[in-house]
């Protein structure tokens, strides 16, 4: 007994230190970022000056200042919501409809939806721009980011809302039913009520997937409908000149989705964990 | 009103066909029970009256309308659960009134009818709790609750005290046998306990793999099953069958005879069997005894009344009223 305890109390601390050793392994970019953050471009560079350094907010009033924050911030903050609105609205009756109402081609659905994931997105980069630029006009505005954004995120939202709306018992719908509710209904009344734990997981999810992607909202637009993702593409410089501002963008840039996660972690493991930690 | 009439209902899963072509009537006012092994097709059957599933072939009438096509809500039934299907986030009293909230009846009346029914179902304490937090029985009564308030031409009930202990089943299968008395309004009961069909029906219909065996009052398929299948589900214990040269003696490939029908006797004084006594099962109300040893029956059942003073290993000898022995073809029909 003595020994099976013991064993269990060294790994029990062996664990801990080595999750704290992986999180500090992971979090020591964010944390170098920030701390850069506070430095002038000429200290950034320099390794010496790694911990010793005269905290400056000059990179972060720069920032706001000359280079529009604000405005970069809305527009994420406009594109990610609508998106991910717009993703549920399509993707909890679709998923409704192949949770309770499967047909022989469900399952192949599914699949199909999962594998345009797989589609290398720089494989359409030229259409997608010559289109929407030049064809459709709607190249840098909210409408493309936002309609780009909703259909990269669908089949994920659709397959996360799938699984999530399985566990609820069919007979609880039947009933429903039964007692004469109509299919509207039936996801108001029922569905959104008892997935709601489920859909507010997929919702965050969305919206910092939203936030976060940088490959189409740099490449489709310029300046109107521009994210935080492009002001940090734009204030990247090969030559490393400018690591304090870039840095100062970058926590700005993250800042708001990390305090976001950090809220609503329960949320989050639940959807990342598809509801299997209850 | 509550007359359902199914003509050549067929259901098919795949290339799996449930239900062969059905034909049934339900009278209005009858408590009728679906019993069957299980897997036999009895739920799905319940569900194509629902309108859950749809009918391959066929047409499904109530009250003379033809409702095949027409979706559940609009066939005017209600459904109870085995596994009560409440609606876990809301009170009790918000899942009697669910149904009538979407027929969009006025409160005041909604109210009237939740009373009545909570009275009735003795829910009153409960009306504002959520399921959760109630036991499986107050829970099943909940969903009786949610289906009588609506005032159904008929109830579906889907093995409703499956998921219950044995003493609050004997309850609540008088309690629902009384509210049918009280409503005489049309309740299809699908179960596979043939207890609970004898106890509750007014007709029984036996289903085998989707085909209907036999349909009739509980006595009628006690006393004359149409078939091996009907007469060994119905009735416990199970009728014993002897095949052989007893049979044969007496025109049959099977016969059928059951433990009531069977005595011990005195050696010599008419037995027909002998055998040793295996297993008594001692209730005090009945004895049964299971005796080995019998040509084409093995072991052969045999209900005494009352306490008897038997002992494992003990040879008995048997005789059968033979006005109550069933006889049956090598197809298991019977035969007269
Ligand atoms: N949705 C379905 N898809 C395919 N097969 C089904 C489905 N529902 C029921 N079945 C099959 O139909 C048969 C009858 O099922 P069911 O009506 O549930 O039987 P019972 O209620 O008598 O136990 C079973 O063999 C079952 O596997
Ligand atoms: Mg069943």
């Not at chain 1, 047909?103 to 939806?113: E, G, I």
């Not at chain 1, 300046?223 to 410089?237: C, D, F, P, Q, V």
């Not at chain 1, 976001?260 to 493991?269: A, D, N, P, R, T």
Request: proline share 5%.
């Amino acid at each position: 007994m003595a020994i099976v305890a013991e064993t269990n109390r060294f790994s029990k601390t062996s664990r801990t230190v080595l999750a704290w050793l992986v999180g500090l392994l992971f979090f020591f970019p964010i944390f170098w970022m920030i701390l850069t953050s506070f430095k002038t471009d000429a200290v950034a560079v320099k390794p010496e000056f790694l911990f010793s350094f005269t905290p400056t907010l000059d990179n972060y009033i720069n920032m706001t200042e000359n280079y529009d924050y604000w405005r970069f911030a809305a527009n994420s903050v406009i594109t990610s919501v609508f998106a991910t609105i717009f993703t549920l609205v399509v993707g909890i009756p679709s998923a409704y409809a192949m949770a309770f109402n499967p047909s022989r081609r469900t399952k192949d659905v599914l699949m199909w939806m999962l594998s345009t994931k797989m589609l290398p997105a720089a494989a359409v980069l030229y259409p997608m721009t010559f289109l929407t630029k030049n064809f459709l006009g709607i190249f840098d505005t909210h409408f493309l980011l936002i309609l780009v954004l909703s259909l990269i995120n669908l089949p994920i939202v659709v397959w996360m809302l799938f699984t999530y709306f399985k566990e609820i018992p069919r007979e609880i719908i039947e009933a429903g039913k039964m007692d004469g509710v109509s299919t509207w209904g039936e996801v108001r009344e029922i569905l959104i009520p008892l997935a709601w734990g489920g859909i507010a997981s997929t919702a965050l999810l969305c919206f910092i997937f939203c936030w976060n992607e940088a490959y189409w909202t740099v490449r489709l637009t310029t300046t109107e409908a521009a994210t935080l993702s492009k002001l940090i593409e734009g204030n990247r410089a090969p030559e490393g000149l400018f690591f304090g501002r870039l840095s100062a963008v970058s926590a700005a840039a993250v800042g708001p989705i990390i305090v976001l996660g950090w809220f609503c972690q329960k949320q989050l493991v639940q959807g990342l964990t598809f509801g299997a930690v209850k | 009103m509550g007359r359902i009439v199914l003509e050549n209902v067929t259901k098919k899963f795949g290339d799996l066909e449930v239900i062969p072509p059905l034909n049934l009537t339900i009278e209005d006012g009858e408590f009728v029970v679906f019993v069957g092994p299980s897997g036999c097709g009895k739920s799905t059957l319940l569900r194509l009256i629902a309108g859950l599933e749809e009918v391959t072939s066929g047409r499904i009438l109530i009250d003379g309308e033809d409702v095949t096509n027409i979706p559940p809500s609009k066939r005017g039934l209600a459904m109870v659960f085995q596994t009560y299907a409440l609606y876990p986030h809301m009170s009790v009293r918000k899942n009697i009134a669910f149904p009538l909230r979407m027929a969009g009846m006025n409160e005041a009346e909604q109210n009237t009818r939740i009373e009545a029914a909570a009275t009735a179902l003795n829910l009153t304490d409960y009306l504002d709790r959520k399921p959760g937090q109630l036991s499986g029985g107050q829970r099943q009564r909940v969903a009786i609750g949610r289906a009588i308030v609506r005032d159904p031409t008929a109830f579906l009930f889907d093995e409703p005290l499956s998921n219950l202990d044995a003493a609050l089943r004997v309850g609540m299968r008088l309690e629902i046998s009384e509210m049918h008395k009280k409503l005489k309004t049309t309740m299809i009961y699908v179960t596979h306990d043939q207890v609970e069909a004898m106890t509750m029906a007014d007709k029984i219909v036996v289903l085998q793999s989707g085909r209907v065996e036999q349909v009739g009052s509980p006595l009628d398929l006690y006393r004359e099953p149409r078939n091996a299948f009907v007469a060994g589900f119905i009735g416990s214990p199970k009728m014993n069958f002897i095949d052989g040269e007893k049979a044969g003696t007496l025109g049959a490939h099977t016969i059928g005879v059951r433990p009531e029908h069977v005595q011990i006797c005195p050696k010599g004084e008419g037995d027909v069997w002998q055998g040793k006594v295996g297993v008594a099962e001692h209730l005090g109300s009945d004895t049964f005894i299971h005796v080995h040893g019998i040509d084409g029956c093995d072991p052969m059942t045999v209900r005494a009344g009352g306490e008897v003073k038997i002992n494992h290993g003990d040879t008995v000898y048997l005789s059968a009223q033979m006005d109550q022995i069933h006889k049956f073809d090598s197809e298991g029909h019977r035969v007269s």
